[in-house]
């Protein structure tokens, strides 16, 4: 499906088709293209398919308890905020193309081999491992599933099943090996998510690159890092891309521009209010979103999406935790000021989804259950976008050879 909305989005889907061998049997030959980002509809469309309505607020609920338990375990094993960001788009992207269930939840301290089934720890714990060797911050599965199961107050050591013979940690160990695979099949083996290399979920190290290039001072550079650890859980990820992401959050942070902040770990330069917020304004009207190669629409998208997020999740938010209460230059509350805000931006450009339909989506083969056994029927392909030229080109090739195949046959049948 090809979607013209916004040049973030690649043209991707899967497609099939039948592989001639020399015995002149067929085997399915299935190829999928990496697509990195959806629309709004399209994450809709799919979470449809695999969240029934009765679970779409355990699923949110559960989502959260899973980000808790992963920046708990992400500080423990001392990996960088970019693991966790990984993890959680990995953790957000599996569900998108398999079934919700809290099964596993419930039988996470059971002997049962089933407990492993659609649990979503375990599946956290394999988006955290895959993350881990993604970002180059490797560390053994081994101790990865000790801190994870510490964590959980599992005991690693009991049986599991009616034998006994095997170990928990051991049989959790096999189920993550195979759900890695299948999450790889999931992400396409696409590591640099789309034909960019700095399409990466990086947000933090992006915007610490734009912060210095916009000589923004300290204050709002870490105001936009706290904002972008309250994102990370949130699906935003998945629709743009991480530099759109980055500028976004700066440019929430500069209209904030909060008085007073609680920093424990660096003492406030007293700067002149006055001067202060002068310069914050200039950089405010300097602001390109093409000197940063930034899509306006995509940029527009992701503060709406942050402003929305914090209007109704300001409270549980880390941000409130740094920001007093009512803003002192208003006197109003912050989430009345981040409402404001908000009617601010209320005319701005967005995605445009009309393609996006329900129709179209159903029709899209990218979107159809991916038969995770397909390499012992056939053979399965995985590309990047951008290789999708040469790809046609191919199967194009192949079609031509197939034709002269049948060609040859019904010659000799007739001879």
């Known amino acids: 499906m090809s979607k013209e909305s916004s040049p973030s989005h690649n043209d991707s889907g899967g497609s099939s088709s039948l592989t001639p061998t020399q015995n002149n049997h067929h085997i399915p030959s299935i190829t999928q293209i990496s697509r990195p ?17 009765s679970l779409k607020l355990q699923y949110g609920s559960t989502k959260t308890q899973v980000f808790q338990f992963l920046s708990q375990a992400v500080k423990i094993l001392k990996f960088p905020i970019r693991v966790l960001a990984t993890t959680m788009n990995y953790y957000q992207r599996f569900y998108l193309f398999n079934k919700f269930d809290v099964n596993g939840v419930s039988l996470a301290n059971s002997s049962s081999p089933n407990q492993f089934d659609g649990d979503p720890y375990t599946i956290a714990i ?21 801190v994870c199961n510490k964590l959980r107050d599992i005991d690693e050591t009991k049986s599991i099943g009616s034998g006994g013979g095997i170990q928990y940690i051991d049989y959790q160990r096999k189920y993550i090996l195979s759900t890695e695979f299948k999450l790889l099949q999931i992400i396409k083996f696409d590591f640099n998510y789309g034909n960019n290399p700095s399409f990466r979920i990086n947000v933090d190290d992006i915007i610490i690159q734009f912060c210095k290039q916009m000589d923004i001072n300290y204050k709002i550079s870490i105001l936009s890092w706290l904002v972008n650890c309250d994102i990370i859980q949130t699906p935003l990820s998945l629709v743009v891309p991480p530099h759109c992401i980055a500028l976004a959050i700066i440019i929430i942070s500069l209209n904030l521009n909060p008085k007073e902040m609680s920093l424990s770990h660096k003492a406030m330069a007293n700067l002149d209010k006055e001067e202060e917020t002068l310069k914050v304004k200039k950089i405010l009207d300097s602001i390109d979103c093409s ?38 230059k208003t006197g109003k509350n912050q989430t009345f000021k981040i409402m404001d805000l908000k009617q601010r931006f209320n005319d701005v450009e967005l995605l445009n989804e009309a393609s ?18 397909i390499a012992l029927k056939g053979s399965a392909r995985f590309m990047l976008g951008h290789k999708r030229r040469r790809f046609n080109t191919e199967r194009k090739q192949l079609r031509q050879q197939q034709q002269q195949q049948q060609q040859q046959q019904q010659r000799q049948q007739k001879a």
């Open 126 to 146: 394999t988006c955290l491992f895959l993350a881990s060797k993604i970002e180059d911050c490797v560390k053994k599965l081994k101790e990865i599933q000790q």
């Open 37 to 53: 980002f959806f629309t709004s509809r399209e994450l809709s469309y799919l979470h449809n398919q695999t969240i029934p309505t």
């Open 291 to 328: 000197d940063f190669n930034c899509p306006e629409v995509l940029v527009n998208e992701a503060i709406i999406y942050i402003l929305d997020y914090y209007t109704h999740q300001y409270a549980n938010s880390t941000l409130s935790k740094y920001l007093p209460e009512t803003d002192s």
């Open 356 to 373: 996006c339909t329900t129709e179209l989506n159903t029709s899209d083969e990218y979107f159809e259950n991916w038969d995770y056994n």
